[in-house]
Structures are given as C-alpha cells and as structure tokens.
T-cell receptor
C-alpha cells in the first residue's frame, strides 16, 4: 500500500537552532498538507500545497516557519529559530482529490530543549 | 466556539459493548466528514468517511451524519481492547482543508 514518507521520525533540538522536516507524498497526489499536533490536541493545518503552489498558509508562523515544494512532489518544512513551544508532532498528509480523506505519514516528533 | 467539538473523554466501555463517539461542527456548509483513529505516539489513520445524511457501515464501524443538527457520530460494535485509541472527527472546510476536533479517547477494558 502506498505511503506518505516522512523523515526524521524523531528530532531533538536546542532552542534557537534550525530544524527541517521532509515529506514525500503518495505518487500522483497533487495536494500536500503540513499539520502540527500538540499533545492532547487535534492536528492543526500549517500549510497546504496544490502542486508547487501554496493554497493556504494562514496559520503558519511566517516569522520562523517556512515551507516549500519546489517541483510539486516532495516538501520541506523548516523552523528557524526553534522555540520551546514548537515541541509537537509534525504531520505531513497528501490527498488525491477533495472527495477523499487524507493519508498521513508517520510524523516527526520534535522536542525543543 | 470551536469549529469541530468532541468530548475529550476518556470513554470507557467493556469489551464487546458498543462505543458511541460524537462530534458537532459549526460550518453549515460542510459536506465531507471523516473519522480518524490515532494510537498513542502514532499518526492518524482514516477509518470512515461520510458525505450524506444517514448511516454508513463498514465492518464493526458505523458513521452517522445529521447535517440539520450539524452532528456526526461513530459507533463501534463489539468493541475490542485493540480499539483503545483517540478518535478524531474531521470536517472539510475551505480550500479542501480538514479541520480536526481535539479527539475522544476511548478505553476498552476486558
């Protein structure tokens, strides 16, 4: 079964350092999403791509977060500088079309110390 | 008011019983609804989708939708300890994005 690939699985970083996450969606899925899930809460959308274009980044803290999907396939989410409050699970998902739910990757658990 | 609301639980049910999980949403224009299961430390896994009023059954799972009441529910029949997880309700909003509730934690005890 096709999967959304994410790396790394776990990341520990010090406050004020830079950190990056990578995601490779299911082949053929044009829509890619980055979500952040704080422990005990539901996932919250950070950014949505349609091919290489950003569709929605209204909840992305743009002073420290950036996301790109240069060739419309894989994507990178970066945080610089990391803050203690960024500790969370970062989830990537892709979708074939608006009639389907998302398929999530395994996520990256970030701990900022 | 949150866009998608769920009781955080925990909902505790005995093995073999029916677990009933509920969700309300605020956007009357929503058309697509999803239930995800999330085990501790894992990513969400899609278990059901529903788009029309009424019931949709898949194995031991039944999703129910009432758009007039802005209410979605998930029934799990013959609950098993392996069903113990957090169940996330999600509603599709603008730009095709999924808006999640905070989840209901289900505990099935032997």
């Amino acid at each position: 079964e096709a999967e959304v690939a994410q790396s790394p699985r776990y990341k520990i970083t010090e406050k004020s350092q830079a950190v990056a996450f990578w995601c490779d969606p299911i082949s053929g899925h044009a829509t890619l999403y980055w979500y952040r899930q704080i422990l005990g809460q539901g996932p919250e959308l950070l950014v949505q791509f349609q091919d290489e274009s950003v569709v929605d980044d209204s909840q992305l803290p743009k002073d420290r977060f950036s996301a790109e999907r240069l060739k419309g396939v894989d994507s990178t989410l970066k945080i610089q500088p990391a803050e203690l409050g960024d500790s969370a699970m970062y989830l990537c998902a892709s979708s074939l079309s608006q009639d389907y739910g998302y398929t999530f990757g395994s996520g990256t658990r970030l701990t900022v110390v | 008011q949150k866009e998608v609301e769920q009781n955080s639980g925990p909902l505790s049910v005995p093995e073999g019983a029916i677990a009933s999980l509920n969700c309300t949403y605020s956007d009357r224009g929503s058309q697509s609804f999803f239930w995800y299961r999330q085990y501790s430390g894992k990513s969400p896994e899609l278990i059901m989708s529903i788009y029309s009023n009424g019931d949709k059954e898949d194995g031991r799972f039944t999703a129910q939708l009432n758009k007039a009441s802005q209410y979605v529910s998930l029934l799990i029949r013959d609950s098993q300890p392996s069903d113990s997880a957090t169940y996330l309700c999600a509603v599709k909003g603008g730009y095709n994005k999924l808006i999640f509730g905070a989840g209901t934690r289900l505990a099935v005890h032997p």
